[in-house]
């Protein structure tokens, strides 16, 4: 049995022999793994991979199915037909598709927290007083999007035509869509500031420390943040209701999503918001939602005007009166009591030798 001098416990413990020196990383380790364990970008790269592959392997499923069964009945496979913002979406295709792509985004993330060695919480869904924080985000976005209505309503800009719903309908269809748009919160705050804003702070750390060490992680948080919400504008141009003032809209409300990430600690709050004000959107006050109506709305309305004041056919999001009630979502956000961030680095942390770039 060989000797041990470096340990207490053994009888050939030496105090003075020197230390046994740490390992040094091999290159392949450095260029795939840094002080927070795999490189941002290399993980990014990966999760973008995953929900591409997932999605290609959906999207062959279902044309799969709906040629199968339109040669069953002898007909020739129709053409994907374009939609028409002014004839209401139907209810039952929204929620097949959001169930998917939201299952997609928790499932990949959830193997980037096994791939990583992390708590999927830390990707934004973990977090202290996670149901107080969605119940009180869902009530602000129903009061924060009632406010911009209100203001449409006193500027004469926005006219409503007549109830649509009555009865039990209104339950139904009122369940059945904040479901619905619960879906689309989960997946669009998960997939632009769940794992892609956690991994491009880390990522940015090394440049964070070069500007202010103190700061290093408000930097990385901030500069990831600008990306997240570039993001989430760009996936928004392709909806066919949108104009630029709806645009400017989205990347403000993506930044205002990720002060509550930063005020809160995790997403909830930001999506009980998402949630409640696409719903009364859509429902409770039947206005176009980024140009689009949906089946089941409560109310008709129709706007006057000049667009930029009343948001014409985008609907209250192409208001020119968005900013300052997107001012006013931000002070009641920087009152919010701060919570902490989820910490980056593993539970088991890496050896301090290992290089880390700029971005990793």
């Not at 750390?205 to 990831?224: D, E, K, T, V, Y």
């Amino acid at each position: 049995m060989e000797s041990n001098q470096l340990d207490p416990i053994s009888p050939d413990f030496n105090p003075n022999a020197a230390p046994v020196a740490a390992p040094t990383p091999s290159l392949a380790r450095r260029i795939f793994f840094g002080p927070f364990g795999l490189r941002a970008g290399w993980g990014i790269l990966l999760y973008i991979l995953i929900i591409f592959a997932m999605q290609r392997t959906v999207n062959a499923v279902h044309h799969h199915v709906v040629a199968s069964q339109t040669q069953a009945a002898g007909k020739p496979l129709p053409p994907e037909p374009k939609p028409d913002p002014s004839v209401p979406q139907p209810v039952g295709p929204l929620l097949i598709a959001e169930a998917i792509v939201a299952a997609t985004v928790v499932l990949v993330s959830w193997l980037m927290a096994l791939i990583e060695r992390r708590r999927a919480g830390v990707y934004g869904l973990g977090g202290q007083r996670s149901v107080r924080n969605f119940l009180i985000g869902a009530l602000w976005g129903l009061i924060a999007l009632s406010l911009l209505v209100a203001l449409l309503r006193a500027t004469h800009v926005l006219i409503f035509d007549a109830q649509v719903d009555h009865g039990s309908a209104i339950l139904g269809w009122g369940i059945t869509l904040l479901f619905g748009f619960f879906l689309v919160g989960v997946f669009e705050e998960l997939l632009f500031r769940g794992y892609l804003q956690f991994t491009l702070t880390r990522g940015f750390i090394g440049l964070g420390n070069l500007i202010s060490p103190q700061h290093s992680r408000a930097i990385a948080f901030w500069i990831a943040a600008v990306i997240t919400s570039a993001f989430f504008f760009i996936a928004h141009t392709s909806n066919a209701g949108e104009d630029k003032m709806g645009l400017v809209a989205v990347f403000l409300a993506g930044m205002v999503f990720v002060v509550a990430l930063w005020r809160t600690g995790s997403l909830w709050w930001a999506l009980g918001f998402h949630m409640s004000w696409d719903w009364a959107q859509s429902f409770l006050y039947g206005v176009p939602d980024s140009g689009g109506l949906m089946q089941g709305r409560l109310f008709a309305t129709h706007a006057v005007g000049n667009p930029l004041l009343s948001g014409g056919t985008v609907g209250p999001e192409g208001s020119v009166l968005i900013i300052p009630v997107l001012c006013l979502v931000l002070v009641v956000l920087l009152f919010t009591k701060r919570s902490p961030q989820p910490p980056l680095e593993l539970p088991s942390p890496q050896s301090a030798a290992e290089n880390h770039t700029v971005i990793a």
